[in-house]
């Protein structure tokens, strides 16, 4: 139990459905990342998200979707997807602190793995 | 942020010591060595971090050369549960927020 939680875990959807991940921390953080990871390959940043602003986005298609409505909750929103878009996606919070300081470990939930047919 | 490379995979017998050695060499003044590792279709699992000086934790000891160019992670008496891709990453001030994790090395301890 990392404090992270994702759901749900399995999720398969043909190309012309809408549907949506859920990540949630309860380890008051203030940053919360999507990461992609396909099959042979690193994990891919995607979003990032500080104190429910985006700080990042790594030139994801805009067939992703993400949201932030508050720091404990994190959603990735999927439309129109494509099978090479089947992978493991993973959410992952952590700390950051102010100052130059170094930031915090991330903390990683168990993924959703996502199959587009 | 810096690159790192490491070995694709290594093998260990269950009870020695795993060295998984990582290079960094364009590593700058403020970047931080992290490590993780990530069990077959989990999550990936944080280890240990350091700057410069060495570190130990109840998982693992990070040895970082003194031209911090090189670090290696050393798993003191590795266990079947071991088993995992292992990432070195090396990681700027908080604000960056990039963590960027490479192919990392596949370890397999062996019974």
């Known amino acids: 139990e990392t404090g992270v939680t994702q759901t749900p875990r399995h999720l398969v959807m043909g190309m012309t459905n809408k549907k949506s991940l859920k990540c949630e921390q309860h380890?008051?953080?203030?940053?919360m990342y999507w990461y992609k990871q396909s099959a042979k390959k690193p994990l891919e940043l995607m979003f990032v998200?500080?104190?429910?602003?985006?700080?990042e986005n790594n030139s994801v298609p805009s067939r992703f979707s993400p949201e932030c409505p508050n720091s404990s909750h994190l959603f990735l929103h999927l439309h129109t997807l494509q099978p090479e878009d089947s992978a493991l996606y993973l959410c992952?919070?952590?700390?950051?602190?102010?100052?130059?300081?170094?930031?915090?470990?991330?903390?990683f939930g168990e993924g959703s793995r996502l199959t587009v047919l | 942020d810096a690159k790192t490379t490491q070995p694709t995979s290594m093998d260990c017998a269950e009870g020695r010591a795993a060295n998984l050695p990582c290079n960094h060499s364009?590593?700058?003044?403020?970047?931080?060595v992290y490590w993780y590792r990530q069990i077959h279709s989990q999550g990936p699992q944080y280890i240990i971090h350091?700057?410069?000086n060495n570190e130990t934790n109840e998982m693992a000891s990070l040895i970082i050369t003194e031209d911090r160019k090189s670090s290696t992670l050393i798993l003191p008496h590795a266990t079947l549960r071991d088993t995992a891709v292992y990432y070195c990453?090396?990681?700027?001030?908080?604000?960056?927020?990039?963590?960027?994790f490479g192919t990392g090395t596949r370890l397999k301890v062996l019974a």
């Open positions: 990453i090396v990681r700027g001030a908080s604000g960056t927020y990039k963590y960027i």
């Open positions: 992952a919070s952590s700390q950051e602190t102010s100052g130059g300081r170094v930031g915090g470990e991330l903390f």
């Open positions: 364009t590593i700058s003044g403020n970047e931080y």
């Open positions: 380890l008051g953080h203030n940053a």
């Open positions: 998200y500080s104190l429910e602003e985006r700080v």
């Open positions: 350091g700057l410069k």
